[in-house]
């Protein structure tokens, strides 16, 4: 069984400027949660993907967008970046559609906005 | 507002005694709970959950317990080993959420030889 994996590690980019996080579910898994922690804060959530729809959505801008593909891996997309977007990104793939409560988490995407 | 809150940034305990970890809650619809275990450089490890239905769910070394009169959960573990060293995150959601998880903002615990 392979679990969740994201993709890049670590990334630098400069404010104003556009970046994509991808994330690949845990096999057969078809829900992916996004989530951005700050450092010394817990994840908040940012948006969840249920067969490539978004099924719910935290409190963040329209700058932040995603994607759900038919293999249920997804992206993270945000626009016009800003200082503090600086934050570990964490994905979370689950089993379920409007009740995904056990979440299984990946390493996670270090974004640094310079 | 933090509707979940860990208050105890950090605790320190001895190899083979208990860690006690406690979390509280402030929405009274909130009726699943989970605790994570977090490592350095990987994402949280989901460990153990609890429905709202129950007081207590046991896991191996792992037991939490969930008063829902106090608002209050708390993460047993018995008997405690280094390799436990790691931030624990206490997480809550409630029934339509949509896969939203509230977490706390996380208590270090170290367990020393």
């Known amino acids: 069984e392979t679990g969740v994996t994201q993709s890049p590690t670590h990334l630098i980019k400069t404010r104003g400027q556009q970046v994509t996080l991808r994330c690949s579910s845990q096999?057969?898994?078809?829900?992916v949660s996004w989530y951005q922690q700050a450092l010394g804060q817990g994840p908040q959530f940012i948006f969840q993907y249920y067969r490539e729809e978004e099924n719910g959505r935290g409190n963040f801008p329209p700058r932040f967008s995603g994607l759900q593909f038919p293999n249920y891996s997804s992206e993270l997309n945000v626009n016009a970046l800003e200082l503090d977007d600086s934050a570990l990104y964490l994905c979370?793939?689950?089993?379920?559609?409007?009740?995904?409560?056990?979440?299984?988490f990946g390493p996670g995407t270090r974004l640094t906005v310079l | 507002d933090q509707q979940v809150k860990q208050n105890s940034p950090s605790l320190s305990v001895q190899e083979g005694r208990i860690s006690i970890l406690n979390c509280d809650y402030t929405?009274?619809?909130?009726?699943?709970f989970l605790w994570y275990k977090k490592y350095p450089a990987e994402g949280p490890t989901f460990l153990i959950s609890?429905?709202?239905?129950?007081d207590k769910n046991e896991d191996g070394r792992f037991t939490v317990f969930l008063n829902k009169s106090a608002k209050h959960l708390s993460l047993h573990i018995v008997p405690s080993q280094p390799g436990d060293s790691a931030v624990y995150f206490c997480a809550a959601s409630t029934m339509g959420s949509q896969g939203n998880l509230i977490f706390g903002k996380g208590t270090k615990l170290s367990v020393k030889p």
């Open positions: 609890i429905s709202s239905i129950k």
């Open positions: 929405n009274s619809m909130f009726d699943y």
């Open positions: 096999s057969g898994h078809n829900t």
């Open positions: 979370a793939s689950s089993l379920g559609g409007v009740r995904s409560d056990t979440q299984y």
